[in-house]
């Protein structure tokens, strides 16, 4: 059965079934972008506005490098020195922004829920490209598309994820994305980074780095979300770094490693991981290009 997607605020709301079609337009956008010209001009006329309000490199480039690439224009939001500070509402920004002629918006916010507020009340396609803590769908997307590139198939992979998960809206995106596709998930963090309800889900729950590891066919490593912080939930880098940060003697051969970036080398990974022959922490990035036009195409002209 086909599915339409309206907005993209979540992977909570998105069937499995819909997961695969984005693969599948991954994979026809994943050749195109292997092309001399690396364009399919198929969202021709179409504008598409980044609004960022948190800092971002991959994830906005690579949304506009997707709606270019599909022949979109697209408009840049900087919240500095817009019209926000003179008291102007989110939801008007956004909705002058759709008045010069916008047909979809992918936005970034600290605020959690952003993206669903103002998919409920803008007309146009919403991408949420993270909330807060919440979610960031495109980006497990793209983890998993990774993997499924790597391995050929995704179900029955054991996916052990080490870090912040407290506050990391990609390994939220992770626990519901999973299910969907047969994913195994181990997860391993600090006692004071596991959220208490992640207990009953099922998943193992792993303090040991080692342990967590071993026998896994990918470990997905997150950074520490300083930024989120406020509360000190660990004593000090340097005990985070030696009791969980993934070094060469963790992994086995054939064992991928990913990272949704940025890295903090030395803190989270080990620098010399660097040279970690299965590491896919690029591919991650140049699939991610191709999974964001799969969502534009969809959301646009599916
Ligand atoms: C992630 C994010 O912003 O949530 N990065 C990304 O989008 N590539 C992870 C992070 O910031 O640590």
Redesign the pocket.
């Known amino acids: 059965m086909r599915h339409t997607l309206s907005h993209l605020v979540g992977v909570r709301d998105l069937p499995s079934s819909m997961v695969w079609q984005l693969y599948e337009l991954a994979d026809r956008f994943y050749d195109v972008l292997r092309q001399p010209t690396r364009k399919a001009p198929a969202l021709t006329g179409s504008s598409v506005a980044l609004l960022f309000f ?6 906005k480039l690579s949304f506009e490098l997707a709606a270019k690439r599909l022949g979109a224009d697209v408009v840049q939001f900087s919240a500095s020195g817009s019209s926000l500070d003179k008291g102007e509402t989110l939801l008007d920004t956004a909705l002058n922004i759709l008045a010069m002629g916008v047909d979809a918006l992918v936005v ?1 916010h600290r605020g959690v829920g952003t993206a669903h507020f103002l998919a409920r009340h803008l007309p146009v396609p919403v991408v949420n ?2 909330d807060g803590t919440h979610e ?1 769908p495109t ?1 497990a997307l793209l983890d998993t598309y990774t993997l499924f590139k790597h391995f050929g198939y995704v179900e029955g992979l054991t996916l052990t994820i080490i870090g ?1 998960l407290f506050h ?3 390994a939220l995106s992770h626990l519901l994305l999973a299910p969907k596709l047969g994913i195994k998930l181990r997860l391993c963090a600090p006692p004071t980074l596991i959220p208490p309800l992640w207990y009953g889900l099922g998943w193992p729950i792993y303090t040991d780095v080692a342990s967590a590891v071993s026998g896994a066919h990918a470990v997905l490593v ?2 520490m ?1 300083k930024e989120r912080q406020d509360w000190a939930p660990i004593a000090s880098w340097q005990e985070y770094a030696r009791f969980y940060q993934l070094r060469p003697a963790h992994l086995r051969e054939g064992q991928v490693l990913m990272h ?3 890295i903090n080398w030395g803190v989270e990974l080990d620098p010399s991981l660097q040279y970690w022959p299965h590491t896919r922490i690029l591919d991650q990035v140049t699939y ?1 290009v191709a999974i964001r036009m799969a969502v534009l195409y969809m959301l646009l002209r599916g």
């Not at 948190?54 to 994830?59: I, Q």
């Open positions: 948190e800092s971002s490199t991959r994830t970034r490209a993270g960031h980006q912040d990391s809206r990609v997150l950074r979300q949704p970036g940025p991610g």
